[in-house]
């Protein structure tokens, strides 16, 4: 469902989603230049990237279409893996630092929500569920190993050069792939795989 449906039909619960929606998926890339700047490349400080400021992030046409099919995103963060240190740790660390964001943040909420004890339904009970959920979502998203999600370039971390290529070669399509696959629902069942696994690791530190 798009946020504008929500919007109409319970504006109390738009406020209290699109607030942990925006800014998971700005810490999200965040993560990603700030991890790519401890690893030697500063293109995402040079640009003003390493921000909250939801203006350094957000894509007009991933936020509408956010809005309108629930589906959205924000504009990747520029790294040139050239400049890291270690290339190949790199790939793999400054790819995986988004889902770890959205990991750490999924596990703070619920911790919150387990100290707190909120009311239940209550306007901050509300808030830390969407923010877990949001959350684990799109870390499960971005575990899919397909180019350009972060998966993929873990994956490609660890693969040899003839597979990285291949892999590259797909990435300009990948999108179009990834909607397509959406829309027949047939990543479902690979991200309920990985939200059930990120969920059994929150709920084994909690």
Known sequence: MGLITLLYKNPSAFILLIIP???SIIIHELAHGWVAD???DSTARWLGRLSLDPRKHLDPIGTLMLFIF???WAKPVPVNFGNLHDQRKGLILVSAAGIVANILLAFLSLFL???LNPAPFGAVSTFLIYMAQVN???AAF???PLPPLDGSKILMGFAPPRFQYTMA???PYGFFIILLLLMLNMLDPLISLFERIIIGIIGIIL
């Open 169 to 171: 070669q797909i990435e």
């Open 38 to 40: 401890k690893m030697g």
């Open 142 to 144: 971005n575990l899919i």
């Open 136 to 138: 684990i979502m799109l």
């Open 113 to 115: 929500l387990q100290l």
């Open 21 to 23: 929606l925006l800014y």
């Open 70 to 72: 629930g589906f959205g």
